[in-house]
């Protein structure tokens, strides 16, 4: 599976943005994706995840009520909503796929993308 991410961009504080993932390759519906961040000097983080059917989405308690995470499988893509900005939410964004295993762990992730960046001002 090959992951491309999107969407990322420079917004005030308060503001939104829209993070898109596009996968290639097979049965793409089969696996569990995640969306990660890592900021300078930290480790990346679990942010979002989203089931392989999306049934069953898990948020950091960091970003609960603020993003949505959201797949479509007949067109290979999983987004991630961010509303209400805040500058720590400035990071560079990944999306991940794991097909086997619980939770999100960052080291459990079978196939990463490269990542876009995120910059909240304030």
């Known amino acids: 599976v090959q992951l491309q991410a999107s969407g990322g961009g420079l917004v005030q504080a308060g503001g939104s943005l829209r993070l898109s993932c596009a996968a290639s390759?097979?049965?793409?519906?089969?696996?569990?994706m995640g969306w990660f961040r890592q900021a300078p000097g930290t480790e990346r983080e679990f942010v979002a995840g989203?089931?392989?059917?999306?049934?069953?989405?898990y948020y950091a308690e960091s970003v609960k009520g603020r993003f949505t995470i959201s797949r479509d499988n007949a067109k290979n893509t999983v987004h991630l909503q961010m509303n209400s900005l805040k500058p720590e939410d400035t990071a560079v964004y990944y999306c991940a796929a794991k097909l086997y295993g619980l939770g999100f762990p960052p080291d459990g992730m079978d196939y990463w993308g490269k990542g876009t960046q995120v910059t909240v001002s304030s």
């Open positions: 390759g097979r049965a793409f519906s089969g696996y569990d």
């Open positions: 989203i089931s392989w059917s999306g049934g069953s989405t």
